[in-house]
């Protein structure tokens, strides 16, 4: 079974940083682009960060020059350094990739189960 598991959330203080990581398991033959959502309370999933297969990086404007995705292959692995975190960036962070090459076939539309970041003022 495929899955991606995110880690590394917690609570910090305002100017704080913090890195998530995000492992796919299961028999997985090639990777997609992949992405960093985030979903606050009473508020609708937004886009933080993609990084395509070739590792190409974009940006929400909201956090950008903040927050750095990065991903290896090798570990089936995308990351998501934040730096000087505000209160405004808590929420539960949710990773996803658009499309896996797996031994049972390709798999889209797959989202992690999401790791909560608090940032106390």
């Known amino acids: 079974q495929v899955q991606l598991v995110e880690s590394g959330g917690g609570l910090v203080q305002a100017g704080a940083s913090l890195e998530l990581s995000c492992v796919a398991s299961g028999i997985i033959f090639t990777i997609g682009d992949m992405a960093w959502y985030r979903q606050a309370p009473g508020k609708e999933r937004e886009l933080v960060a993609t990084i395509t297969s070739g590792g190409e990086a974009n940006y929400a404007g909201t956090v950008k020059g903040r927050f750095t995705i990065s991903r290896d292959n090798g570990k089936k692995a995308i990351y998501l350094q934040m730096s000087s975190l505000k209160p405004e960036d808590s929420a539960v962070y949710y990773c996803?990739?658009?499309?896996?090459?797996?031994?049972?076939?390709?798999?889209?539309?797959?989202w992690g189960q999401g790791t909560q970041v608090t940032v106390s003022s």
């Open positions: 996803t990739v658009d499309r896996l090459t797996t031994n049972r076939g390709p798999r889209t539309g797959i």
